[in-house]
Nanobody, 123 residues
């Protein structure tokens, strides 16, 4: 099974930036559909961004234009560059993967999950 580990979270002020990393082990991350999800306290988990096995990126409307995915196949890492962060972006961010070519944001279909990294944005 693929093992995922997130890093890069932290506390920033509104308007700031962070880059999250999802490091994969055991298998090449590019062979999986991989997505970033986030969950704020008291809210349901929501999909943020995903990358299909052919490299197609998909973004949630709430973050489109502010967040960008990039894949480093050599390092087996998937990055989420987050710019213009807002307090509503505060959440635990998770990297998840599943077998299959095409991604979506149905979190119950993802079988591999990391432990998460906390992002806190203050106003």
């Amino acid at each position: 099974q693929v093992q995922l580990a997130e890093s890069g979270g932290g506390a920033v002020q509104a308007g700031g930036s962070l880059r999250l990393s999802c490091a994969a082990a055991e298998y090449s991350i590019s062979k999986f559909c991989v997505a970033w999800f986030r969950q704020a306290p008291g809210k349901e988990r929501e999909g943020v961004a995903s990358i299909d096995t052919d490299g197609t990126r998909n973004y949630a409307e709430s973050i489109e234009g502010r967040f960008t995915l990039s894949l480093d196949s050599a390092k087996n890492n998937l990055y989420l560059q987050m710019n213009s962060l807002q307090p509503e972006d505060t959440a635990m961010y998770y990297c998840a993967a599943r077998v299959g070519r095409w991604c979506d944001f149905r979190d119950d279909t993802y079988i591999f999950w990391g432990q998460g990294t906390q992002v806190t944005v203050s106003s």
